[in-house]
């Protein structure tokens, strides 16, 4: 099964009485965030120089 979002109005989970759904909110906490920020400067500065990384098409 592939999972699909957003969930349907059916599914079943969403009538299940011990469940408990949350948003998903792994980049909230500081620590997150600026290790995001910096992988992304690195990439920036990365590219900048010419020599991009995570290339897609060469």
């Not at 999972?3 to 011990?18: G, R, S, T, V």
């Not at 600026?34 to 290339?55: Q, T, W, Y």
């Amino acid at each position: 099964m592939v999972p699909k979002e957003p969930i349907k109005n059916d599914n079943p989970l969403l009538k299940a009485k011990n469940m408990i759904i949350t948003p998903h909110i792994a980049w909230a906490p500081k620590e997150s965030r600026k290790r995001l920020m910096d992988i992304a400067v690195d990439d920036l500065e990365k590219f900048v120089a010419g020599s991009p990384i995570n290339v897609v098409n060469k």
